[in-house]
Nanobody, 133 residues
Framework: QVQLVESGGGSVPAGGSLRLSCAAS????????VGWFRQAPGQEREGVAA?????????GYADSVKGRFTISQDNAKNTVSLQMNSLKPEDTAMYYC?????????????????????????WGKGTMVTISS
């Protein structure tokens, strides 16, 4: 049974940082499309970052987080992380990780769009991020 479990959420003031982690069981992140998504209250889900977990580790970001968020993989730990810096109140949301098999360009091209499941096969239950002003 595949399980994705997010951790690292919390409450920090604006300008602060958080590092989210997504751990997989029953599933290997190697050579997969893995993304981080967020959903704020009253809004649809938005794709914010994605990575193709092959040797090149191609990454993509929504414009809203570009330059502030960094997605990375740790194959030894079978995790994908999201380092979030210079956090803003508008980053407040439930953050989810999700994964699917390649190809990944269709995932990358949709980052920043709202709604839908991005064709992801597996989803975690989310971790809450709250940024105070």
């Amino acid at each position: 049974q595949v399980q994705l479990v997010e951790s690292g959420g919390g409450s920090v003031p604006a300008g602060g940082s958080l590092r989210l982690s997504c751990a997989a069981s029953g599933y290997t992140f190697n050579r997969q499309c893995v993304g981080w998504f967020r959903q704020a209250p009253g809004q649809e889900r938005e794709g914010v970052a994605a990575i193709y977990t092959n040797g090149d580790s191609s990454t993509g970001y929504a414009d809203s987080v570009k330059g502030r968020f960094t997605i990375s993989q740790d194959n030894a730990k079978n995790t994908v992380s999201l380092q979030m810096n210079s956090l803003k109140p508008e980053d407040t949301a439930m953050y989810y990780c999700a994964a699917r098999s390649p190809p990944c360009p269709t995932l990358f091209n949709r980052l920043g769009s709202y709604g839908g499941d991005y064709g992801m096969s597996y989803w975690g239950k989310g971790t809450m991020v709250t940024i105070s002003s």
